[in-house]
């Protein structure tokens, strides 16, 4: 699942493939991948220029100068470089053209979206307009965590939630929480001050390091040049059932928290501090 890292991969990919460039041709498969009518997709697109690409939490943001494509890709989205134009189907959900440039898949977009923005309404978005601080802007600090915990509910399903702050999903959840040596059922309002500086740390460090090494490829994710990402080498625990710990040895063990398969060292990560 395309979490912050790989977001932010495919949305500099797409701006590397195809920025400066018009849309010649666009299309959409079905009513409920957009917010407009299938024939108004092309309608909105076709003509503009890429003038930028960014990211909000997990959505990748497409500026088209007047027009603004919100694509969040969910389960097992990809964007896809086609050798050349094709309708969209069940399988290329949404497909654009641009000149003398790629013809750029959206596909198996089946549980996401790619809707059409004005700019000035981005920020009213169903899903922008709940998210909670980029781990990297000024307003994520130790400070706003520390406030944030003191809500006694579950770690693991407070950083999962998109409005604490945006991004995380269910693989660096898992891997911010070992390097925090913190368990993923503990309350959040009982992390020590030691604790909630080191959830601060890790997610801006293992996000960070995530992004260099261009995401996580555990299932589908792939970047919009078909390459896997390379920060699975790095995962310390997720997906690592029964393997050592790579601190101490012990046997990390896969356990279920807030709905999410969750893998935790019970030795690093105990339950009780
Ligand atoms: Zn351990």
Not at 89 to 99: G, I, P, R, S
């Amino acid at each position: 699942m395309p979490e912050l890292p790989e977001t932010a991969t495919i949305s500099h990919d797409v701006m590397a493939l195809a920025g400066g460039r018009r849309v010649l041709r666009a299309g959409v498969f079905r009513r409920d991948v957009t917010n407009v009518e299938p024939e108004d997709f092309p309608k909105n697109l076709v003509g503009k220029r890429l003038e930028g690409t960014g990211r909000r939490g997990k959505i990748i943001v497409l500026d088209f100068g007047d027009v603004v494509g919100l694509i969040h890709l969910v389960i097992s989205g990809r964007v896809l470089r086609l050798p050349e134009w094709t309708e969209s189907d069940h399988t290329n959900t949404a497909v654009l053209e641009f000149e003398d440039g790629p013809v750029l898949s959206f596909a198996k977009l089946w549980l996401g979206y790619f809707h059409l923005y004005k700019p000035d309404e981005v920020d009213g978005h169903p899903l922008i307009s709940r998210l909670g601080p980029e781990p990297f802007s000024e307003e994520f600090t130790v400070e706003y965590l520390r406030k944030t915990f003191g809500r006694k509910a579950n770690i693991k399903g407070l950083l999962l939630d998109q409005s604490v702050f945006a991004g995380l999903g269910n693989i660096y959840v898992d891997e911010v929480l070992f390097a925090a040596k913190v368990h993923p059922t503990r309350k959040s309002n009982t992390l020590d001050e030691r604790e909630v500086e080191a959830v601060h740390a890790a997610s801006r460090d293992i996000l960070a390091r995530a992004i260099e090494l261009r995401g996580t490829t555990f299932d589908s994710y792939h970047d919009a040049f078909g390459e896997s990402g390379g920060y699975q080498n790095e995962l310390k625990v997720f997906a690592r059932t029964r393997e050592p710990c790579p601190v101490c040895g012990t046997e990390i063990t896969k356990i279920r928290v807030a709905g999410r398969g969750t893998h935790v060292c019970p030795n690093c990560q105990p339950t009780r501090v």
